[in-house]
């Protein structure tokens, strides 16, 4: 039982290129976000998805794509790199628990860590 | 005024001190707190969670809520080196999909 995983964990991109982060969770969980995580910002929601087949902007979307690609797979996709999305990107999954614990506990990934020059 | 905050710190504290970590908010729809730790180079994980108002204790881990104060608080008893992280502070509404995070509180406890 991997937990959620994330690929690739380091990149370093040129301004505008593109490149597509990837996200796969194994706890059979509805919901999958999209963070970033930025010195003296704390982490704040890019984009998130509480099901298969749908998704929401989060705080910070601009610059942003994503797909859910089934239940398990959730990408978030640069199109055209600015060095402001320098930055660790974190997936993260949760499941809604009726009773038995944190009603929506988040299950973080170990980060991409993203340098656009 | 941010929904959400909380001092970054950085705190630094002997072994075996006790830390106390806080965060406050200003939305009352919050029902759900949790307080997420984070080593450097990870990803977050949970620590504690509490619904409403309260205390939990867990460990050397305690979790006190005061929703008339909009305040939660995270203690630390018996500080060790190995607790030595970030802590974040979590939110949830009711029936939101999202939390709500603080930016964390750096934390280094010296041998």
């Known amino acids: 039982n991997a937990g959620v995983t994330q690929t690739p964990k380091f990149q370093v991109l040129k301004t505008g290129q593109s490149m597509t982060l990837q996200c796969a969770q194994d706890?059979?969980?509805?919901?999958m976000y999209w963070y970033r995580q930025d010195p003296g910002m704390g982490l704040r929601l890019i984009y998130y998805?509480?099901?298969?087949?749908?998704?929401d902007k989060g705080e910070v979307p601009n610059g942003y794509n994503v797909s859910r690609l089934n239940k398990r797979e959730f990408s978030l996709r640069l199109e055209s790199a600015a060095p402001s999305q320098t930055s660790v990107y974190f997936c993260?999954?949760?499941?809604?628990?009726?009773?038995?614990?944190?009603?929506?506990?988040?299950?973080f990934g170990p980060g991409t860590r993203l340098l656009v020059l | 005024q941010k929904e959400v905050e909380q001092d970054p710190g950085p705190l630094s504290v002997p072994e075996g001190a006790i830390v106390s970590l806080n965060c406050t908010y200003s939305n009352s729809a919050f029902q759900y707190f949790m307080w997420y730790r984070q080593y450097s180079r990870k990803g977050p994980e949970l620590l504690m969670y509490?619904?409403?108002?309260g205390n939990k204790e867990d460990g050397r881990f305690t979790a006190q809520v005061d929703k008339s104060s909009k305040y939660i608080s995270l203690f630390i008893r018996d500080s060790q080196p190995s607790d030595s992280a970030t802590y974040l502070c979590a939110m949830e509404r009711g029936g939101s999909e999202k939390l709500v995070f603080g930016k964390g509180t750096k934390l280094t406890v010296n041998p």
């Open positions: 993260a999954s949760s499941v809604f628990r009726v009773s038995g614990g944190a009603r929506k506990t988040q299950y």
């Open positions: 998805s509480a099901s298969e087949g749908t998704t």
């Open positions: 706890m059979n969980h509805n919901s």
């Open positions: 509490t619904y409403s108002s």
